[in-house]
């Protein structure tokens, strides 16, 4: 069975740095055949896509409030997708989730919430 398993996350003041991790498990191939991605929610707003990690290997921060601060890697090995947040604010504050894409179908990690205050 597909699943992805997030860690990390927690409370953060501004200007720190938190790492999250995805772990994927059950999928043929393993990570090196989805694309990975993270996206984030705040309260009341809708759900954003943060960067991409593309099977092909291309890593990409879609939100400029983002570009230069967080950074998307892959761990092959270990099947696992990190976000390395940097420099982090306070609006940078939501639950971050994990994406998983294989063919057509979409798989979802838990959330993590990331609360950044001082």
């Known amino acids: 069975q597909e699943q992805l398993v997030e860690s990390g996350g927690g409370l953060a003041q501004p200007g720190g740095s938190l790492r999250l991790s995805c772990t994927a498990s059950g999928f043929t191939g393993g990570i090196s055949v989805l694309t990975m991605s993270w996206y984030r929610q705040a309260p009341g707003l809708k759900r954003e896509l943060v960067a991409t990690?593309?099977?092909?290997?291309?890593?990409?921060n879609y939100p400029r409030s983002v570009q230069g601060r967080f950074t998307i890697s892959i761990d092959n090995a270990n099947n696992t997708v990190y976000l390395q947040m940097n420099n982090l604010k306070p609006e940078d504050t939501a639950v971050y989730y994990c994406?998983?894409?294989?063919?057509?179908?979409?798989?979802w990690g838990q959330g993590n919430q990331v609360t950044v205050s001082s």
């Open positions: 990690h593309t099977k092909f290997g291309h890593a990409v």
């Open positions: 994406n998983a894409i294989k063919d057509a179908w979409n798989y």
